[in-house]
T-cell receptor
Framework: AQSVTQLGSHVSVSEGALVLLRCNYSSSVPPYLFWYVQYPNQGLQLLLKYTSAATLVKGINGFEAEFKKSETSFHLTKPSAHMSDAAEYFCAVSNSGGSNYKLTFGKGTLLTVNP | NAGVTQTPKFRVLKTGQSMTLLCAQDMNHEYMYWYRQDPGMGLRLIHYSVGEGTTAKGEVPDGYNVSRLKKQNFLLGLESAAPSQTSVYFC??????????FGPGTRLTVT
């Protein structure tokens, strides 16, 4: 079975500071990994994905994430936070094997950006 | 190109009432999913479909039924609503590249 753990249900940063949102996964087969963002009262929007190509993945809005197999991690970073980054972020995992049609989500991390 | 749409956007039900949520997509995707989102719980998969005429249970299927009679539509039904089904419901479709596209959500309150 696959699972995702997001460390920290709430992260607060100052505008211009580094954003680091942590995600660890568990999967019995090579995983596909995703980060989604949810703005208030909206659906989820894909930020970036890892599907076994380059381990450093760049996404939209200046975010990137690095797949580290040895640490079973896929942490999301952004060098300089902007007020518009305030949202909830979800990490998700999908198996690359036969049952790869289902995503398992973490519980989410709410990012607050202070002026 | 509307993507994934959900109807209705909001609904209030009394305990025991029934309703159907409609998800429609115009992207010709085979896979469709219904999730519920509750505070602190992330998204949990209710049911999913890998193609027209097929459905399967997800993580939390009890109290829900689904149908996929047409490729572009995926219906989620509540036969006898309970307060525990108060939630925000999201529909999603999946591309061949494994990423999922989400609708805007339906906020359901059961009193």
């Amino acid at each position: 079975a696959q699972s995702v753990t997001q460390l920290g249900s709430h992260v607060s940063v100052s505008e211009g500071a580094l954003v680091l949102l942590r995600c660890n996964y568990s999967s019995s087969v090579p995983p596909y990994l995703f980060w989604y963002v949810q703005y208030p009262n909206q659906g989820l929007q894909l930020l970036l994905k890892y599907t076994s190509a380059a381990t450093l993945v760049k996404g939209i809005n200046g975010f990137e994430a690095e797949f580290k197999k040895s640490e079973t991690s896929f942490h999301l970073t952004k060098p300089s936070a902007h007020m518009s980054d305030a949202a909830e972020y979800f990490c998700a995992v999908s198996n690359s094997g036969g049952s790869n049609y289902k995503l398992t989500f973490g519980k989410g991390t709410l990012l607050t950006v202070n002026p | 190109n509307a993507g994934v749409t959900q109807t209705p956007k909001f609904r209030v039900l009394k305990t025991g009432q029934s309703m159907t949520l409609l998800c429609a997509q115009d992207m010709n995707h085979e896979y469709m999913y219904w999730y519920r989102q509750d505070p602190g719980m992330g998204l949990r998969l209710i049911h999913y479909s890998v193609g027209e005429g097929t459905t399967a249970k997800g993580e939390v299927p009890d109290g829900y039924n689904v149908s996929r009679l047409k490729k572009q539509n995926f219906l989620l039904g509540l036969e006898s609503a309970a307060p525990s089904q108060t939630s925000v419901y999201f529909c999603a479709t999946r591309t061949g590249a494994y990423e999922q596209y989400f609708g805007p959500g339906t906020r359901l309150t059961v009193t």
